[in-house]
């Protein structure tokens, strides 16, 4: 099962910040959150991943409360091509070898 | 260039036959990984390979049987199909265990 919760479905106008919401309250000290998402028909997608420092890279922003407990992916400027379930997930550093558990994500729709 | 690439994209075939599904990865990454997208959309792993060796077998049916004949490539042969076996799968690869992953554009297979 999935150890993380996220809402169902969000909407965001295109050109405004979309913020995600994840909630990973029994996230443990050695895992990382990671992020993905999957446009219609297309192959996951990865995004950004962060163990407790803010992250950024030219996708997108993760922010991470200090307690860990839940995380925050912002895209900055949504475009109508970021429509897409976006998974939040989290994992072990070590071990695990890329055994992700997705769970139902996300449904992010950008309108104009 | 398509960096993970899988063959063909649409699979229809009858209950009982047997079928292959080949995964290309031009990354030079050293593990691949078959994920499996049901009809209720969750994706859930059902090998990993690192280095040819498989490590990730998440309690799949015998009738699955992947092949790795070396580090580029991961073929997914499924034998006697049943209407279960319905669904995208989805083909993986990673540079070492704990990198993000990137996937294939999926294979929709179709058993009627």
């Known amino acids: 099962d999935a150890k993380t919760t996220q809402p169902t479905s969000m909407d965001c106008a295109e050109g405004r910040a979309a913020n995600l919401p994840c909630n990973h309250s029994t996230i443990s000290g050695n895992e990382y959150v990671y992020w993905y998402r999957q446009i219609h028909s297309q192959g996951p997608q990865y995004i950004i991943h962060?163990?407790?420092n803010n992250e950024t890279n030219e996708m997108a922003s993760l922010i991470i409360t200090e307690d860990r407990k839940s995380s925050t992916l912002i895209l900055p400027h949504a475009t109508l091509r970021d429509t897409a379930v976006y998974y939040c997930i989290v994992r072990p550093y070590s071990g695990g070898y890329n055994k992700l558990i997705f769970g139902a994500g996300t449904r992010l729709a950008v309108h104009p | 260039d398509t960096a993970v690439s899988q063959t063909p994209k649409y699979l229809v075939t009858q209950m009982g036959n047997d079928k292959s599904i080949k995964c290309e990865q031009n990354l030079g990454h050293d593990t691949m990984y078959w994920y499996k997208q049901d009809s209720k959309k969750f994706l859930k792993i059902m090998f990993s390979y690192n280095n040819k060796e498989l490590i990730i077998n998440e309690t799949v049916p015998n009738r699955f049987s992947p092949k790795s004949p070396d580090k580029a490539h991961l073929n997914l042969h499924i034998n006697s199909l049943e209407l279960g076996d319905s669904a995208v799968y989805f083909c993986a690869s990673s540079q070492a265990r704990n990198t993000e992953a990137f996937f294939g554009q999926g294979t929709r297979l179709t058993v009627v």
């Open positions: 962060g163990l407790k």
